[in-house]
């Protein structure tokens, strides 16, 4: 290794607090306090990172609670390279062991959801299936038919109302309430923006068999044993309108 490799992953350890890998480039002198101005400056970069990626987990405990909190995520989950665009992978599971965060056991939930919200916005880019391409399918090659997911496709669900609660939170709504019943919050995203909403029992019902590979009549079995009242034609068309699925993949006829 050359020494300017060896002086480069030296300094870098020195910013995670590994202070004496500097010594050989100090002359016997200590750790130059310069060092402090680029903790400082990585440690701000980090919780500015955070707070832009979770901020509806920021909005519910305020500035000076979340400040804290990602201080010390940063401290113990460091980033793994250089952009922190869809930093904070692990925040959501390390607020569940986070001890202050015990009063607000919701709180990694709704991080949960924001995480969905960066994935969904970074994922692969793929066409959204049109519903001109379906029109001339007879209803048994549709129903044989199976369809693949957006790759920005994201879908959570809670036994409770935790979904309803992030929508309100994030659409800066001042009554939050936490409803007892189920949800399930999916998110996809369209022409550059992510949007997200609640879906009804038959649409979840219908979506996590089409994710499973199911062919869309089974799909819809699932979805009419959800809901009976919810008409499948329009649940279709709705899910296609949000631009949920990309490929269409035909069964091989005999």
Request: charge should be negative; hydrophobic fraction near 45%.
């Amino acid at each position: 290794m050359s020494e300017l490799l060896a002086f480069q992953d030296a300094f870098v350890a020195a910013l995670a607090g590994e202070d004496e890998r500097l010594s050989p480039w100090c002359a016997g002198h200590d750790t130059p306090q310069g060092l402090g101005v680029y903790r400082n400056t990585i440690a701000k970069g980090c919780v500015d990172a955070l707070a832009e990626n979770f901020p509806t987990v920021r909005a519910l405990v305020g500035e000076e609670w979340f400040t804290g909190a990602a201080l010390l995520f940063s401290q113990q989950s460091p980033p793994t390279h250089a952009a922190l665009l869809d930093y904070g992978a692990d925040f959501p599971s390390w607020l569940e062991r986070f001890p202050p965060a015990g009063e607000l056991p919701y709180l990694a939930g709704v991080a949960h959801l924001d995480r969905l919200w960066i994935e969904a916005l970074f994922a692969a880019e793929a066409p959204h299936l049109q519903a001109a391409t379906l029109s001339s399918l007879s209803s048994g090659a549709l129903a044989a038919a199976r369809l693949d997911p957006h790759p920005s496709l994201r879908m959570a669900t809670f036994d409770a109302g935790l979904p309803g609660l992030w929508l309100a939170a994030r659409a800066g709504d001042e009554t939050l309430e936490l409803s007892e019943a189920p949800q399930t919050l999916m998110l996809i995203r369209r022409a550059g923006s992510v949007t997200s909403r609640l879906l009804g029992e038959a649409e979840a019902a219908f979506l996590h068999a089409v994710r499973h590979g199911e062919p869309l009549g089974v799909a819809a079995e699932h979805a009419a044993e959800a809901d009976r009242e919810t008409p499948i034609a329009t649940l279709f068309a709705s899910l296609i309108a949000d631009g949920v699925f990309t490929n269409l993949d035909l069964e091989t006829q005999p």
